[in-house]
């Protein structure tokens, strides 16, 4: 009731403010804004950070969280929750959530990336978007309406498309005669005049290819995106998707990387080798192929033509090499002078590095998955030669050298900005990069040249040899007023705010973590489809962060923060670059008890913010198996960590070669027989004594499931409840075998552990075709532990590793659709030890002071022998996981024995006092059985409980 009376209240002042302008426009924005801001404020807490749109709807709310409890790695559950989220909050929205079509539905990392996008009457609005980022585990981290509660207008076009077609080409120069031409059909969009009243208008969205006449223009050609009303023909906007770099300058010489470097001969990656009557392969990322061709010999074609790249040279012949070759027989390719030119050579080479550095930070990226045109060569039949270079929407386009300027066909820096660009353009689909009021597009594209060539110059030689056409290392201050709005100009602070990033984190993670690192924050940054610069540091913070709450920085912020302050780019309210932040500090590397059976004992750690003063260390802490936990716990206690991240987790492969029994597979997709486990295997709430294995990489405790096409867990749409050790569409030997399938999966039991092993088992892609043979196990105990070993791993493999239950509702999942398994990796599941409590279990520690926790160890229903754990402690001050050991051994003390010789004497009354004097130090043993009152302390009163026992 109270949303519902405070949307009429709004309502109501709106109406108020239209028919009697008593109270000034601002003022009363200002009272929208603290309206909506209050009412969310009241819901979720205070803290939060509002930036806002010109008609006083929240462009972006962060610095909070809400848990949402649902599981954001199901894009079918996150779209579920933000559409309930929308109509629970109607005050901020405004809008049913029906009027929302889901446009965006990504997990990019450990975000989820939801943006809806309005629509009014079935008509799209252009922009009109509604975000959400959540973290996996359900939590809301930000949200922003740049949607239009209010929006009203006649979708009944007075102008017929044709019409529209024709104001659009008139009003770009179009001309038949140069081959220009309409691109698709036009679509029709609500466009906005975006100011503190919206004004909307129904328009047709028109792309036109053109060809430019002018001289002067930048680009021979330009791909308009045009805006054209359609009730009377105005031009509303127009922005083109075409774009350069341009290049100016004396450069000389032959290239490679770069104008004035030496020619290296180096493998071509992707290039398709065509054997006549047999087929084509690819070479790999180094150059090399293999083709079986029978047993005649044949032609073979060579074009530095691929999987991702076709040059074409503009003033000459494509570069090709045919030759027979004989079964058998190695036969090199080598493109040279006489086969090709220098730009067609430097050309596909590089491209195709930027292309497989988006690949390796985003396995799941297809955008640029094509046959990527790259037309070389431009020469001076074209005004615009030389010096020049552009993005078409569709392909990269280099000119050759002349005019005392360097072929910038031949300049690396350049190639990798202009694929940039379509990198830039595919990773925003379906919205379109902000191309022309921000550094955005230019920067970004700047960045690829910059991190591949590991150089602050782009256009490296342009004006001579060490001269650069633009310079990262440049103090350009956003928001660049002196550029006049020249994109390229305005791009500058943006490429050195990311070059001193990259140079920050480098100093801070070493070289080549430091690259890792930036790389891919600067990739993942972009998925948000930011649309200005400031949205773009936001997404990157977004990208950095590890507990959902910017306002205790992320794990780079002050390297990002200061590399961005540094070109006078900030987000607002969020802390300055250099605030106070904790540091952790504990009082002991480890912890260790002795105890007898059925004996418990605390003992006492103390952790120190011993971080900048004005700092506060939040802190939780609890237990674990692991040194360094991958994820959990999770709703059944489980943990995991690998061999990477926790040193002490040995890779310990089980032999059972020439002992295991041979599973038998009725197809490629199925399980086969329910076999025995050897003993009571718990799982995810439930005991199991038998289980079954399926040809796809997974061992399940109830029905079988043919879904051969792997997705994030935990979801419904998995098998459970399951272990998942390498789930794809894998092809063992089975019962319907065809020429593809090979290898096979064997089983062994000994009472003490259970193992499943898939023995050189292949990965089917389609087609006839395999790519990938695995060689790894499942190791399962009757303590619930599970073992993933492996051993070799050839070729590509992108499966999903983790478990889950049988709803589908509860589960880890390891990796999902990215290449993480390597050979020699163990990854274990365990759960977290139940014989060690702590309290508290979170609090806050101010800078300069500490906080004790009390770590209990109970050996209560334990046997003899050795148990270790962790204790784990997440804080904002750094993370640490503590051995903690618990030796159990003997009979359990007799209160005031303290020399355990089984009665109580004078003896125990000496050793007591030497204790309290300080002249010998007590075990744990020793102090249990001397502090007769458990107050802690051995004193006085201890000493007179002793003789009491001893005249009793």
């Known amino acids: 009731m109270q949303k519902q009376l405070i949307f009429i209240l709004i309502i109501l002042s709106i109406s108020t403010f239209s028919f009697t302008q008593q109270k000034d426009k601002a003022e009363f924005q200002t009272d929208i804004k603290h309206i909506i801001q ?253 083709i079986d061709i029978g047993n005649t010999s044949r032609s073979v074609t060579v074009k530095l033509e691929g999987s991702f790249l076709n040059t074409n040279n503009a003033n000459g012949s494509d570069a090709s090499i045919t030759r027979t070759v004989s079964p058998g027989t190695t036969e090199d390719f080598n493109f040279a002078a006489f086969n090709s030119i220098p730009g067609e050579r430097d050309t596909y080479y590089q491209a195709n590095i930027v292309h497989d550095l988006a690949k390796s930070i985003h396995s799941g990226f297809t955008g640029a998955d094509y046959v990527m045109p790259a037309k070389v060569n431009i020469g001076p039949e074209d005004y615009y030669w030389p010096c020049n270079a552009y993005w078409d929407y569709n392909g990269i386009n280099l000119f050759s050298e002349g005019g005392g300027c360097a072929g910038t066909d031949q300049m690396a820096d ?172 504990f009082s002991a590397p480890s912890l260790d008890f002795n105890l007898a059976p059925g004996e418990s004992d605390s003992q006492a750690i103390t952790i120190s913010n011993v971080g900048e003063e004005g700092s506060i260390m939040y802190f939780s802490s609890g237990v674990s198996p692991f040194s360094v936990v991958g994820d959990g716990p999770d709703n059944f206690g489980n943990f995991w960590s690998d061999s990477d991240l926790d040193t002490d987790i040995n890779v310990e492969w089980v032999d059972i070669d020439g002992m295991g029994t041979l599973y038998t597979f009725p197809h490629n997709d199925e399980a086969g027989d329910q076999i025995n486990i050897g003993f009571d295997f718990p799982f995810q709430g439930g005991t199991y004594s038998q289980c079954i294995i399926n ?96 051993n070799t791993l050839t070729g590509t493999h992108t499966a999903t590793i983790g478990i889950q239950d049988g709803s589908g509702d509860n589960g880890m999942q390891v990796a999902s659709d990215q290449a993480y398994l390597h050979d020699g990796l163990s990854i274990e599941f365990s759960q977290g030890p139940d014989w060690i409590s702590v309290t508290p279990s979170t609090g806050e520690v101010n800078a300069g002071s500490s906080e004790v926790l009390s770590v209990v160890a109970d050996a209560t229903g334990l046997d003899d022998g050795l148990y270790e754990g962790y204790l784990r402690l997440v804080t904002s001050g750094g993370n640490a996981g503590l051995p903690v050991s618990m030796l159990v051994s003997g009979s359990p003390s007799l209160p005031g024995d303290i020399n355990g010789d089984e009665s109580v004497n004078i003896q125990d009354i000496i050793i007591l006092i030497n204790f309290i004097l300080g002249t010998d130090d007590p075990d744990t043993g020793e102090f249990n059985a001397a502090d007769i009152n458990s107050d802690g302390v051995l004193n006085i009163q201890d000493i007179i409980l002793v003789v009491n026992l001893i005249l009793d």
């Open 38 to 290: 209050g009412e969310f404020e009241s819901q979720y807490g205070q803290g939060w950070q509002f930036s806002w749109n010109l008609n006083s709807t929240p462009h972006r709310i962060f610095g909070g969280y809400i848990s949402q409890h649902f599981n954001a790695a199901d894009p079918i559950e996150s779209e579920f929750a933000a559409r309930d989220f929308i109509t629970a909050n109607q005050t901020l929205y405004n809008i049913h959530e029906a009027n929302l079509d889901l446009w965006v539905n990504e997990q990019m990392g450990n975000i989820r990336y939801l943006i809806f996008n309005q629509v009014y009457q079935n008509v799209p609005v252009w922009n009109g978007r509604i975000d959400f980022r959540y973290r996996l585990n359900g939590d809301l981290v930000m949200t922003g309406n740049d949607a239009y509660s209010n929006l009203e207008v006649n979708v009944n076009p007075s102008i017929n498309m044709a019409q529209c077609i024709s104001f659009a080409k008139d009003h770009i120069g179009f001309d038949e005669n140069l081959n220009d031409e309409v691109i698709g059909d036009p679509e029709m969009f609500i466009w906005v005049e975006n100011s503190k009243e919206p004004v909307y208008h129904l328009a047709y969205k028109i792309e036109l290819f053109v060809h430019s006449t002018d001289p002067q223009d930048d680009v021979p050609v330009h791909r308009w995106q045009v805006f054209v009303d359609a009730h009377n023909g105005n031009i509303l906007d127009k922005f083109d998707e075409v774009r350069t770099a341009n290049v100016e300058g004396h450069v000389t010489g032959g290239v490679k990387d770069q104008p004035y470097g030496m020619e290296m001969s180096r493998g071509m990656p992707h290039v398709k080798v065509n054997v006549t009557g047999v087929g084509n392969t690819y070479t790999d990322e180094n150059g090399y192929y293999s």
């Open 414 to 585: 350049v190639i990798y900005h202009e694929y940039g660009h379509g990198l830039q353009q595919f990773i925003y689909d379906p919205y379109s990069p902000n191309y022309s009021s921000s550094g955005l597009s230019e920067g970004c594209s700047d960045y690829w040249g910059m991190t591949l060539t590991n150089s602050p110059c782009l256009g490296n030689g342009f004006f001579g040899e060490g001269s650069c056409l633009r310079d990262g290392n440049n103090t350009l201050q956003y928001p660049a007023n002196s550029c006049g709005g020249e994109v390229h100009c305005l791009g500058e602070y943006i490429m050195g705010a990311l070059w001193k990033m990259r140079e920050n984190l480098i100093e801070l993670h070493g070289y080549d973590n430091g690259v890792a690192i930036s790389d891919d924050l600067f990739y993942w940054a972009q998925t948000g489809r930011p649309s200005t610069d400031l949205d773009f540091l936001y997404e990157i913070y977004i990208s950095d962060d590890n507990d959902g709450n910017l306002q205790n920085g992320t794990l780079n912020y002050s390297q990002i923060c200061n590399a961005f302050g540094d070109h006078n780019m900030s987000v607002s309210s969020l802390p300055e670059c250099d605030d106070a932040f904790a540091d952790l500090e």
């Open 695 to 790: 040809a796809n990489g997974w061992i399940g405790f109830g029905s079988d499931n043919t879904a051969w096409d792997n997705t994030s867990i935990p979801s419904y749409a998995a098998p459970g409840p399951a272990i998942f050790g390498l789930w794809d569409d894998l092809n063992p030997e089975n019962d319907q075998c065809t020429d593809n399938c090979s290898g096979d999966v064997y089983f062994y039991g000994d009472g003490e552990k259970f193992i499943v092993w898939f023995d050189q088992v292949v990965h089917w892609i389609g087609s006839g075709s395999t790519e990938g043979t695995y060689d790894f196990q499942f190791v399962l105990y009757p303590n619930g532990q599970i073992d993933l070993n492996y």
